[in-house]
C-alpha cells in the first residue's frame, strides 16, 4: 500500500526533463518495483503460510512481533516520525544526530560514546556532503544550526 502511494506521489512529478530522467523517474520506478515485491511476497505467503512461519511458531501464534522486536520497531517509526515533523523546524543536522541517538540503542548498540561520536559525524558529515559537495540545501532549521 506504501509503494502505491509512493508510485501515486512521484507520477504526478516529471518523469523526464531536457536532461533526460526528471524528478519523479527513479521513486515511479522503484515503488512499482517495491508494488511487484510486496505483491510476490503476499502472494507466496499466502500459498504455502506454514512454510514462511518461524519454526517457533505453533498452531495459531501470530508470525507478527513481539517484546522487544515490537519495541525495536515502534522506536524506529517514531523516529522517522519525529524526523518527517521536525526537520524543518529544527534543521537537518540537528534532527539526524537525535534520530541517531534514538535508533541506535534500539538496534543494540550500547557504547555510548561510540553512539555518539557517531550521531555526531553522520549529522555534520551527510550534511557537509549533500551542502558543500551536491550543492543540495538541506533546512537549517531556527537555531541555523
Do not use: Y
Not at 111 to 125: E, H, K, R, Y
Amino acid at each position: 500500500m506504501l509503494f502505491a502511494l509512493w508510485a501515486h506521489q512521484s507520477w504526478r512529478l516529471s518523469l523526464t526533463d531536457a536532461l533526460g530522467p526528471g524528478p519523479g523517474f527513479f521513486p515511479f520506478w522503484l515503488s512499482l518495483i517495491g508494488v511487484a515485491l510486496s505483491i510476490a511476497l503476499i502472494a507466496r505467503t499466502r500459498r504455502n503460510p506454514a512454510a514462511h512461519a518461524p519454526a517457533a511458531l505453533t498452531g495459531g501464534d501470530s508470525v507478527l512481533p513481539r517484546g522487544a522486536a515490537l519495541r525495536q520497531i515502534l522506536i524506529i517509526l517514531g523516529a522517522l516520525a519525529g524526523v518527517a515533523l521536525l526537520l524543518e523546524t529544527l534543521g537537518f543536522r540537528l534532527v539526524m544526530a537525535v534520530f541517531c541517538l534514538l535508533v541506535l540503542p534500539a538496534l543494540g548498540a550500547r557504547n555510548w560514546l561510540v553512539i555518539a561520536i557517531f550521531a555526531a559525524a553522520a549529522s555534520i558529515g551527510v550534511n557537509a556532503v549533500f551542502s558543500d559537495l551536491l550543492k543540495v540545501p538541506l533546512p537549517v532549521g531556527v537555531f541555523e544550526i
